[in-house]
């Protein structure tokens, strides 16, 4: 038990009472309209009260009239409900939608008070990508949906990253630069973050409207005030340094570096203007973006900043000397805008640049930041390649323990349920660790939920879980009938032990499909490392048997059928297992091309059922809502303003970024996707090109040219880009087809 919060405060600090500080009722009206929103039939059943305590903590107990949660934090009252809900009513949210409303309407009792406690201080959720992989043309509802699945599973400290460009243009503004020179250094919607990052400037397909930066501000307004009512914490953008060239010659006299080169990119688009964090109008900067941010989110909100400036992008200089003056300089820009900021960065840097980033050189950058508790690392892909073990504990700074687990928003499966929870906890309890937080910091929110909830599940146990017991319960919430069968259990109880046990570091990432990229004669399977497509698993012993469990279940009990998570699971496992299929087929043709015999018939032959499985599987696709590359093309239009020219615009970012991923492909398929349209569109267009191609060249004995291979995949992606939905190219925007039939299929004709 708790004291009463007031009770202690009165104890603890004589009569010191902050003025500003919100009353108890005031600061749970966030938790109060996140139980009505989410459990409308028992609003009147939960009530909340915040208590005095070290660190996020609550328990559960029965009242008279419904339940009863003490807690020290709002965000700690947001997971004591959702324990309650998740442990004692069955039911859960996730992000094809919130089944919290099935709560049976007799409320279970708790019986003996449950007592929960978050094992660090910070929960905390995004990478910077996600904004545009995932997030890009989110509008209110949706991000709703994602704060309050945040919120209820603990997360006290999520990035807030949309709108920024509205404040940076009003900074820049004011420092006489014009709108054409900002609007010569801004990147289209889909590809902020990397503008943000500095790694690109300026834009392909046309420059950003103010439509754009004026809506998402507006957005972000909601946002922030959304995310202090479910007691979070936003991670709020500042100054990083990234300017529009013009500056210089507006600033002769500042010190500019440049020559940044990122991912293939011309150099008109990359090679941006960075501001020197010695020179005091990289400080003058820095006040007026935060003091107009200040103005328009409240001063108090939050002192914790993101600021990213070597994002794949190597500092100008590796002297150490130099290194400690840029963060020295950045560290007192922020403490002169807010005598409070934090410094939050993500550590992305010291893994993939490893060999810019000795440990002298992260020593010197850390350590020209004064302080333990003034930085915030996000040490990004702790599941795989960890760096605070490396780095002392990041020399003593406060960093956060995080999954990255997904490029791009790839689908493929992939996981390791007994590493999520138990590393995060070796780390906490290695010899002088500072580490304070655990996270995601996935670049793209896409399928594999269970990889992630078990993440933030375990940041509320001081042991780790039992990952058995966990995905029985797991499932059993996932599919709410009554009796759960067997066969439904038995599916998870599978894939959990196969495909969420991958062991190996050098796979440890969404397992990249093969259909999704260019077609090529070598260099497509068993990857590894930044984008893998070698599979660490046995199709036939996984997805194979979880697959026909799944179907047998639904023969068990037809009620599941109308559950949407099984649907979706249906389609995903199926999804994964035309995947696989696909390596084996295109094996077979690559085999087939190179025989000493080949035929232009052979090879034709052999093609055939690599272009019949993509049929399939945007067959199977199209069965479900949430498989839609029209999802992500509305989603994408709706900001038009009813205009014609801005609703293509916007259309072609969300192409691009899905595809060639820059003007000529810089990144070509980097963020390729699994759904309906996509595939039958584009990849399977692609796939008939190239084994079009191979049957050509047997029939006039040309060798390969893999040159002109190459060049075809990106003038198809060209053309498919400046495509808009609908336009003759007779594409469906809607669900259609029957998924129980299609999974029959699947597995009748590709087992
Ligand atoms: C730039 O520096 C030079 C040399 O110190 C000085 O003469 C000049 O006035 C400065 N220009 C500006 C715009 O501050
Ligand atoms: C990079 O930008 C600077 C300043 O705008 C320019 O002088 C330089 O030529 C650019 N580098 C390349 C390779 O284009
Ligand atoms: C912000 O918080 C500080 C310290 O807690 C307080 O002094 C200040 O008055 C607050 N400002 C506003 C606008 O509430
Ligand atoms: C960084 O270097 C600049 C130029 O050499 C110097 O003027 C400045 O004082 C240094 N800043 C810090 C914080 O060390
Ligand atoms: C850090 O941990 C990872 C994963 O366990 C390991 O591969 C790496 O060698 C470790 N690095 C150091 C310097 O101990
Ligand atoms: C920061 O942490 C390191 C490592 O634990 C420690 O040596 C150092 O004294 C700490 N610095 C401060 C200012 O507390
Ligand atoms: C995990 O839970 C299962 C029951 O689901 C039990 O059989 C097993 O012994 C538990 N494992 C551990 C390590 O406690
Ligand atoms: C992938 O690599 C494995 C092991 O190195 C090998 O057995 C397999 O044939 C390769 N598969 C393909 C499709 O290249
Ligand atoms: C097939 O032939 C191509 C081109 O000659 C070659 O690069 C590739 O390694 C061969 N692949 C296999 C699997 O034999
Ligand atoms: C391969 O194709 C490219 C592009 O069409 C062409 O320039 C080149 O000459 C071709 N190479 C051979 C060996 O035919
Ligand atoms: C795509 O549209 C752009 C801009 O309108 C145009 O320059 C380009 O030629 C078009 N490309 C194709 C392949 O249609």
């Known amino acids: 038990m708790f004291l009463r919060r007031g009770l202690l405060t009165v104890l603890a600090l004589g009569l010191e009472v902050a003025c500003a500080a919100k ?14 929103r989410r459990t409308p039939a028992h609003a009147n059943a939960f009530s909340f009260a915040l208590v005095e305590g070290e660190s996020d903590a609550f328990t559960i107990s029965d009242a008279r009239n419904g339940i009863h949660v003490e807690c020290t934090t709002v965000s700690a009252c947001a997971r004591g409900y959702y324990t309650y809900l998740t442990q004692h009513g069955g039911v859960d949210i996730w992000w094809t939608g919130s089944r919290l409303n099935e709560l049976p309407s007799h409320l279970p009792k708790v019986g003996q008070p449950v007592e929960g406690q978050a094992i660090v201080p910070y929960r905390y959720h995004f ?47 004011e420092v006489g630069l014009s709108d054409a020179d900002i609007a010569d250094f801004l990147s289209g919607p889909a590809f902020q973050a990397w503008n943000r990052f500095g790694n690109i400037q300026g834009s392909w397909g046309g420059e950003l409207p103010m439509d754009w930066v004026n809506d998402q501000f507006a957005l972000q307004k909601r946002l922030i005030k959304r995310m202090v009512e479910l007691g979070m914490t936003p991670v709020l953008p500042s100054f990083t340094g990234f300017v529009p060239r013009a500056l210089s010659t507006l600033y002769p006299n500042a010190s500019i570096v440049t020559g940044s080169q990122w991912s293939g990119f011309p ?94 050189r992260i020593e010197a950058y850390l350590g020209g930041v004064p302080g333990n508790d003034s930085m915030i690392i996000l040490d990004l892909y702790s599941e795989a390649a960890p760096q605070w073990n490396r780095t002392k504990s990041y020399y003593g700074k406060q960093w956060v323990w995080c999954e990255l687990h997904d490029y791009g928003g790839n689908m493929g499966f992939e996981g390791n349920l007994g590493e999520l929870t138990h590393d995060p906890l070796a780390a906490l309890h ?38 058995s017991s966990y995905v029985d319960s797991w499932v059993a919430r996932r599919y709410p009938v009554k009796p759960l069968p067997s066969a439904a259990a038995e599916a998870w109880r599978i894939l959990s032990t196969t495909v969420y046990n991958n062991q190996d570091p050098s796979t440890q990432a969404t397992i990249k499909s093969i259909y999704e990229l260019a077609p090529a004669l070598t260099g497509l399977t068993n990857r590894t490392g930044h984008h893998p497509t070698a599979i660490p698993y046995d199709t036939d012993t996984s997805i194979l048997p979880a697959l026909k469990a799944l179907l047998e279940a639904k023969a068990q009990h037809p009620a599941l059928a109308a559950v949407p998570e099984f649907a979706y699971d ?29 035929t232009a018939d052979s090879v034709k032959a052999a093609g055939r059922p690599l272009l019949n499985l993509l049929c399939d599987l945007d067959a199977l696709l199209y069965t479900n809502e949430h498989f839609l590359l029209s999802n992500w093309i509305a989603d994408a239009r709706k900001w038009s303003h009813g205009s014609k020219t801005y609703g293509a615009y916007l259309e072609y970012n969300a192409r691009n970024q899905i595809t060639l991923w820059g003007p000529d492909g810089e990144i070509n398929d980097y963020a390729s996707k699994a759904w309906a349209g996509l595939v039958g569109t584009y990849y399977k267009p692609r796939w008939e090109t190239f084994v079009d191609y191979l049957v050509e060249t047997k029939k006039k004995g040309e060798v390969y040219n893999s040159t002109l291979v190459t060049s075809t995949m990106l003038a198809i992606g060209e053309k498919w880009d400046n495509g808009t939905w609908g336009a003759g190219e ?9 998924t129980w039939e299609m999974a029959e299929h699947v597995l009748q004709t590709w087992a």
């Open 23 to 36: 009353s108890s009722a005031e600061e749970l009206q966030g938790i109060y309209a996140l139980v009505k």
């Open 127 to 173: 990478n910077t990508v996600t904004f545009d992989y995932t997030a890009a043309f989110w509008d209110f509802s949706q991000w709703e949906l994602e704060l309050d699945w945040l919120a209820l599973r603990g997360v006290n400290l999520p990035l807030a990253w949309v709108g920024y460009e509205y404040i940076l243009i009003e900074t820049f503004r």
């Open 267 to 360: 150099s008109s688009l990359t090679n941006d203007s960075f501001l020197e964090p010695s020179d005091p109008l990289f400080a003058a900067l820095q006040k007026s973006f935060i003091s107009k941010q200040q103005a328009a989110y409240g001063s108090n909100v939050s002192h914790i900043y993101t600021l990213d400036q070597y994002n794949e992008n190597d500092p100008f200089s590796g002297d150490p000397a130099y290194l400690r003056n840029v963060t020295a300089g950045t560290f007192a820009s922020l403490r002169d805008a807010d005598p409070d900021a934090v410094w939050l960065m993500q550590g992305w840097l010291f893994f993939s640049s490893e060999s810019f980033w000795t440990d002298e």
């Open 430 to 467: 290695s010899p002088g660790s500072s580490m304070k937080g655990v996270g995601l910091a996935m670049e793209g929110q896409e399928g594999n939920e269970i990889v992630y909830d078990i993440l933030l599940d375990q940041a509320w146990s001081s042991t780790p879980l039992n990952v």
């Open 570 to 598: 249906v389609v995903d496992v199926a999804r994964q297992l035309l995947t696989n299929r696909f390596v084996d087929l295109y094996t077979v043709l690559v085999d087939a091309y190179n025989a000493s015999d080949a």
């Open 730 to 738: 007779g594409q469906w925007w809607g669900v259609r087809g029957n």
